[in-house]
């Protein structure tokens, strides 16, 4: 038993199954063939259960201007019918474990910040390669950045929006010191600015960049459905 690939390498004719095999995976189904004694004797099938917050995840992901992609080992007519579910667009099929880390990679080598996420165990390497590897479910993977303990795969997008947060208010408050800091030099240099002026000015730094952090609204798993 396994995939066509490997049954046809060691000479299994697999075209008497080819009907019921590709009715499985237009289905979404992970098939394998069944030889026996070098025949083609059946196929096995399993389903795969899509998250029931996939689909809200990747709408919310694409909204914010993130590509998604479905790295897998399954074949194209299976992985097409399962990113379909989710509403995925991009479909990267029949890649094995051990070569998904090499196409991440290829994909940072053109520029792109690539996030992964995946169980943390099978999908270690792949997470590991990426810029930002989610370990969805909270399995267990020294190789991931961020543990997602509940397996809502709405956080990711909500992780991503509350890191785009962060990266905005630092950029706003270095903004705010580098004004502050020029202004007090130059009405220093002109004699213009004494000590309580000096210890007013700065409170008044401190104060506007507080407020701008306050901006900032920190996103809870529990606060997932909110925009």
Known sequence: MG??????????????????YGAL???????SAVAINGRAAGVVAARINIKPSAGEAVGRLMEMGVSCFLLTGGSARS??????????????????????AEGIARTKAQG????????GVFDGAALEAAD????????????????????????????????RAVVRSLKRSMV??????????????AGRLD??????????QAAIVMF???RMRVLFPGDVNND
Do not use: H, Q
């Open 25 to 31: 995976e237009d289905d979404g189904k992970m098939v």
């Open 79 to 100: 992985a097409k019918a399962l990113s379909g579910r989710a509403g995925i667009l991009g479909v990267l099929a029949g890649v094995p474990r051990r070569k998904r």
């Open 212 to 214: 701008s952090s306050t």
């Open 195 to 204: 000590i309580r002026a000096a210890g007013l000015l700065a409170v008044c």
């Open 3 to 20: 995939t066509p690939g490997l049954l046809k390498a060691n000479g299994v004719d697999l075209k008497p199954l080819d009907r019921v």
């Open 176 to 189: 705010i010191s580098a004004v502050f800091a020029a202004t007090g030099g130059a009405l220093a240099a």
């Open 112 to 119: 792109r910040t690539v996030a992964a996420a995946g169980d």
């Open 132 to 163: 930002v590897g989610f370990a969805v479910g909270g399995t267990g993977s020294a190789k991931a950045d961020i543990y997602l303990m509940t397996g809502d795969l709405r956080l990711i997008p909500a992780v991503i929006k509350l890191a």
